[in-house]
């Protein structure tokens, strides 16, 4: 496998670009060599410039459930083309879109969209701020909710717990309202509602993906909202990623809670830049033109855009693959466990639906602490034989890989022809 053009174009393009990226998730920083460079997908593949196939798990870090260039989502496209890209006012899709994500949330009457998930998320936040009239918000260690100064803390460092800023150019001032708390760990949320009582909400992904795959143990999202609005504040659900993904109603259906404020994206746009809050109508009316919260956008609600989404939910509903995803990641789970042991190499799976994720630890993982056992040089091998045996992983260890409807039984059997040489390759580490 060669990936000469590909090492053509990165070096073309540090000049005028950042990295050769325009999001550090996917330079290779961390499993080393340079990136790839695509030049198309269809289905559950994807080519580079070099011309290699892969099985995609990457599918643009989830939008892509239906796999890349489903037919009945391309040809929605092409028809929204010939009407015009955007308009600066409101369209009809927007509501049926609006119409079909609401139906399937139960918590949400009313839904604003914007064009990215950091969009949604922050937009949430001072959503939360504006209906509570407080400031303070607590989010968990290890979860991404975008790129926002405010919840730019706790990627996991030590500075995590003091509040201190994860990323430079973040005032101290922007992240002074945010308190971190231990996934998976209630009595780290008391202890700051016991502390504080002007915490408007609380933010977590319902099923992490951002720390690799990490599941809610328990009753903790359930106990979570129930302590929550007991103290007057909100649950703010990042389904970013979860949101129909786990299921079609997301986690929340799953694991039957009610968010007070849901925050969507990635799939809902089926590949086109989507984001969205929605919640009650008693919430969602504070937001302008109805109520004093102000939030807008150029692009918001565009037409491209909500027709991708709309033909993408549309196609979910009827495929139901959620089950299907269960099983192949079950099986997945299965030989990645007995390959490890075959090779006497270290792994924990975690997965839920579609979404599933290996790390190279012992230690059962439930939070970001754990999750940092994973021995990442170990990944970094992984990631390149499994690349040259063509299957595309994320270039990181704390992303979840992600299956697509699309998947076939022999995509099926040439990962798990990839995963023995991988797993072989780190034994031989
Ligand atoms: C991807 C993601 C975001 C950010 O969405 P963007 O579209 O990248 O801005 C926020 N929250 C979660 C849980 C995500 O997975």
């Keep these: 496998m060669d990936f000469k053009k590909s090492q053509e174009l990165y070096n073309k393009g540090l000049t005028n670009l950042v990295g050769a990226v325009n999001s550090p998730v996917r330079a290779f920083a961390s499993v080393g060599g340079n990136p790839l460079f695509v030049k198309k997908a269809k289905g559950s593949k994807i080519i580079d410039v070099d011309g290699n196939t892969y099985v995609d798990l990457v599918l643009s870090y989830g939008p892509m459930i239906l796999g890349h260039r489903h037919k009945k989502v391309q040809k929605a496209v092409s028809k929204a083309l010939k009407n015009g890209y955007s308009f600066g006012a409101s369209t009809k899709n927007e509501i049926k879109l609006a119409k079909i994500i609401c139906e399937a949330f139960s918590g949400m009457d009313k839904i604003r969209f914007v064009s990215s998930g950091t969009e949604a998320v922050l937009s949430g936040i001072r959503l939360a701020r504006a209906y509570t009239g407080r400031d303070k918000i607590i989010k968990f260690s290890g979860c991404y909710h975008g790129h926002q100064d405010a919840l730019l803390v706790a990627a996991g460092s030590g500075l995590a717990t003091l509040s201190l800023p994860g990323s430079k150019g973040v005032p101290e001032g922007a992240v002074k309202n945010t308190l971190i708390a231990n996934y998976n760990d209630l009595e780290s949320v008391k202890a700051h509602f016991e ?235």
Aim: proline share 3%.
């Design 195 to 429: 502390e504080h009582d002007d915490i408007a909400g609380v933010i977590l992904e319902p099923i992490a993906g951002n720390m690799g795959v990490v599941v809610p143990q328990n009753n903790f999202l359930k106990d979570l909202k129930k302590l929550v609005n007991s103290k007057g504040a909100l649950l703010i659900v990042d389904e970013v990623m979860t949101g129909f993904r786990s299921n079609f109603g997301g986690a929340q259906e799953k694991f039957d809670v009610e968010a007070d404020i849901t925050c969507l994206g990635k799939v809902i746009g089926g590949g086109f830049p989507v984001g969205a809050y929605g919640a009650r109508n008693e919430i969602m009316e504070m937001v302008a033109p109805l109520g004093g919260m102000y939030q807008a956008g150029t692009l918001s609600g565009n037409p491209i855009a909500m027709a991708a989404g709309i033909s993408t939910l549309s196609e979910l509903k009827k495929q139901d693959p959620y089950e299907k995803f269960n099983e192949i990641a079950k099986i997945l789970e299965v030989f990645l466990l007995e390959t490890a042991k075959k090779y006497d190499v270290k792994v924990t799976v975690n997965r839920f639906g579609s979404m599933i994720n290996t790390f190279f630890t012992d230690v059962h993982v439930t939070n970001f602490e754990e999750a940092q056992t994973s021995d990442t040089k170990k990944y970094a091998v992984f990631f390149w034989e499994m690349i040259r045996n063509g299957v595309f992983l994320p270039p990181s260890q704390f992303e979840a890989w992600f299956l697509t409807s699309a998947i076939s039984n022999k995509d099926l059997k040439n990962i798990t022809k990839a995963i023995d040489k991988s797993i072989q390759a780190v034994s031989n580490m």
